[in-house]
């Protein structure tokens, strides 16, 4: 299975142990952390490994396949995974990412994203995905509405960095799909 996905402007990579420090620096500015469920806040570089440690076996079950968002000049600037949205007959995955703050606004996000994407359906047999934002984070629903995501729902969702639960959009691709199950929103951290 390819393990490296390259787009116009990005290379999306498996983590590596030498990652950990620039993930721990981006993931862990407070308004980063809080746009995602399963970030910590304060986030220690400990806790980098281990999620490298939660997507080596992701990748190794088949269930959740992360990838760090690299550019040529900066190196990593964010992640954007899939994890399995209910059982392996429903064809559904959730996609998930996050930037550091110096590279939002410049189109990161929808690009990595469109790549995991088109490789989820290439290599993993993706047909429907579902995914998720805060509501207090619009700048990500205009990413999905930008990929073609439709709004199906909301929820409340707990997020590690908040630690408290607030309202969450969710969204699902193509519009019109039906996923069997409408998962508990797990946002960014294949990303995280």
């Known amino acids: 299975m390819q ?20 993930v721990a620096f981006l993931a862990g500015e407070y308004d980063v952390a809080k746009m ?17 440690a939660i997507a080596a076996q992701g990748r190794a079950t088949g269930s959740e396949f992360a990838f760090a968002i690299t550019a040529p000049i900066d190196g990593l600037v964010g992640s954007c995974g899939v ?11 959730e996609v998930g990412y996050w930037l550091g703050m110096p590279y939002w606004g410049l189109g990161y996000a ?30 990500s629903g205009n990413v999905l509405r930008k990929l073609g995501f439709v709004p199906s729902g909301t929820q ?3 997020g590690m960095a908040r630690q408290c639960t607030s ?16 998962p508990t929103h797990r946002h960014a951290h294949p990303a995280h």
């Open 3 to 22: 393990q490296t996905i390259e787009t116009q402007r990005l290379i999306l990579r498996p983590f590596e142990e030498a990652d950990a420090r620039r």
């Open 36 to 52: 995602c469920s399963r970030v910590p806040h304060p986030y220690p570089v400990s806790a980098a490994f281990d999620f490298f």
């Open 83 to 93: 994890v399995r949205a209910g059982d392996a007959a429903d064809h559904t995955w």
């Open 110 to 139: 929808s690009e990595a994203a469109a790549g995991v994407m088109d490789w989820a359906r290439e290599h993993l047999g993706a047909e429907n995905f579902v995914a998720g934002h805060f509501s207090d984070n619009p700048a």
């Open 156 to 158: 409340n969702l707990f």
């Open 167 to 182: 309202p969450a959009q969710r969204y699902v691709w193509p519009e019109g799909a039906t996923p069997a199950k409408l």
